[in-house]
């Protein structure tokens, strides 16, 4: 089968599970885990169901689309996403994106953690990625174009909405919760960066670095779809005082900080 007819596909098959109309997809990353129990629940599909989803393997991540209600808006969440160093392609890694557009999704909530380069930063907080920086050694529209399911050269001049930043600085604002925002660089991990490596990113202009998001964000803006993205800064690199990075630690920050996140989410969904 073709990539557009797993597309339409995956779609048919979500739609026979009561998943239309959508307004609004989001990718929780570590810490927004929560999110998923507020939803007023019509539907839950795990990804290894959904025809052309690939199956997530890394601890902390389940691999489940959650559709509902929240704050008024019909949402579809993505709880568990894929990553590239899991071993899959950027293609495969976006490949669930595609499916937003027949379901009639218009906008994406992106999130994810990340290390802070920027010296500014301190664990747990929160930056709204102005731009990025794909480092992965891949892009998910390399090959086939997904017959011509978008323009074969997208432009990314605009990859994150200008508007609905707006939005999420006074959500962001209303809740009483100071954010940042920035440039994310998408590295392909597993390992994380040597003090050489931090550096290097806060040279070419990176204020947080991750192993994430980049090839979701490309796929949307491929077909269409408006993109506001959030990194939780769950450590901080400081090269002069190299400290070993851990995935607990990840973890536990990314919780802490993932509950003002949701605040503002929950708020910017009000007013989308
Ligand atoms: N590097 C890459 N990915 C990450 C980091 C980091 O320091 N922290 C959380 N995700």
Do not use: C
Request: aromatic share 8%; no cysteine; glycine share 12%.
């Amino acid at each position: 089968m073709n990539e557009p007819e797993l597309v339409k596909d995956a779609a048919l098959f979500l739609r026979n599970k009561g998943i239309d109309e959508v307004d609004i997809g989001i990718i929780l990353g570590s810490g927004l885990g929560p999110l998923a129990e507020s939803v007023k629940e019509i539907a839950r599909v795990p990804y290894a169901e959904i025809p052309g989803f690939p199956v997530s393997t890394v601890e902390g991540h389940e691999g489940v689309l959650i559709f509902g209600e929240l704050e008024g808006k019909r949402v579809l969440v993505f709880k568990g996403r894929f990553h590239y160093y899991e071993g899959y392609s950027a293609r495969e890694v976006a490949f669930p994106i595609l499916v937003l557009k027949p379901l009639g999704v218009r906008y994406l909530i992106v999130t994810n953690a990340a290390g802070g380069v920027n010296r500014m930063m301190k664990p747990g907080d929160i930056m709204l990625i102005r731009d990025h920086i794909n480092l992965l050694p891949d892009n998910p529209l390399r090959g086939q174009n997904w017959g011509g399911l978008g323009p074969r050269f997208p432009s990314m001049h605009d990859a994150y909405s200008k508007k609905l930043a707006i939005l999420a600085k006074d959500a962001a604002l209303s809740q009483g919760v100071f954010i940042r925002e920035g440039v994310y660089v998408a590295l392909q991990g597993p390992s994380l960066e040597t003090p050489a490596e931090y550096s290097f990113v806060r040279l070419i202009g990176g204020d947080a670095v991750g192993m994430s998001t980049v090839p979701e964000v490309i796929v949307a803006r491929y077909i269409g779809i408006e993109v506001v993205a959030f990194s939780i800064i769950t450590n901080v690199a400081n090269p002069y005082d190299p400290k070993p990075t851990s995935h607990d630690e990840v973890l536990k920050v990314s919780g802490e900080a993932g509950e003002k996140l949701i605040g503002i989410i929950r708020e910017m969904l009000r007013h989308i």
